[in-house]
Antibody
Framework: EVQLVESGGGLVQPGGSLRLSCAAS????????MSWVRQAPGKGLEWVAN????????YYVDSVKGRFTISRDNAKNSLYLQMNSLRAEDTAVYYC????????????????????WGQGTTVTVSS | SYELTQPPSVSVSPGQTARITCSAD??????AYWYQQKPGQAPVLVIY???ERPSGIPERFSGSSSGTTVTLTISGVQAEDEADYYC??????????FGTGTKVTVL
């Protein structure tokens, strides 16, 4: 069964740090881009960051640049999100998701969306 | 930054058709993707590349595109379709953005 399981969430004080993990199983993890998406209480989805298969490319939403770092360990089938200098507005459920890219007949790669999601882990930033 | 605007809510009677729009504020338009999220659950991809449906998604879900607006259509709405729906796209810098979200209420 294809599965993503997040862990590492919890209560942290403003200015603190937290490291989220996402364990992948049931598919070849090293073949996929991966993303982190968050959802603040009662709010919509916000894409946070993504990382290429080999970790050579990483992208972030402006609000977390310089504070969050996405990484992966393909040998452990795991995705990570290191969150530093946390703020109250970072309070959210954090989901990891698999990004699906498919090579077309023209040999270009086309994005097919986030086709597998974890159940999420809750991060609360509060004093 | 790229923004995707959706109506906050759509109400529809069972068996009727629900249409949810997602408007981009800038060109060039990228493909759009749609996700369904029920309370307390993770999102589920229901449409990719504007109009393609993943395996396992009912045929009543369809997508279309015109200019910088994409539309998710749910034909013959069922009670189980009551959920929040989000569009998603990408900007030219390789980052992604989600729409503001639409709550679909089945009357």
């Amino acid at each position: 069964e294809v599965q993503l399981v997040e862990s590492g969430g919890g209560l942290v004080q403003p200015g603190g740090s937290l490291r989220l993990s996402c364990a992948a199983s049931g598919f070849t993890f090293s073949s996929y881009w991966m993303s982190w998406v968050r959802q603040a209480p009662g709010k919509g989805l916000e894409w946070v960051a993504n990382i290429k298969q080999d970790g050579s490319e990483k992208y972030y939403v402006d609000s977390v640049k310089g504070r969050f770092t996405i990484s992966r360990d393909n040998a452990k089938n795991s995705l990570y999100l290191q969150m530093n200098s946390l703020r109250a507005e970072d309070t959210a459920v954090y989901y990891c998701a698999r990004d699906r890219w498919v090579r077309g007949a023209d040999n270009y790669y086309y994005y097919y969306g986030m086709d597998v999601w974890g159940q999420g882990t809750t991060v609360t930033v509060s004093s | 930054s790229y923004e995707l605007t959706q109506p906050p809510s759509v109400s529809v009677s069972p068996g009727q058709t629900a249409r949810i729009t997602c408007s981009a504020d800038a060109l060039p338009k990228q493909y759009a993707y749609w996700y369904q999220q029920k309370p307390g659950q993770a999102p589920v991809l229901v449409i990719y590349k504007d109009s393609e449906r993943p395996s396992g998604i009912p045929e009543r879900f369809s997508g279309s595109s015109s200019g910088t607006t994409v539309t998710l259509t749910i034909s013959g709405v069922q009670a189980e379709d009551e959920a929040d729906y989000y569009c998603q796209s990408a900007d030219s810098s390789g980052t992604y953005v989600f729409g503001t979200g639409t709550k679909v209420t089945v009357l």
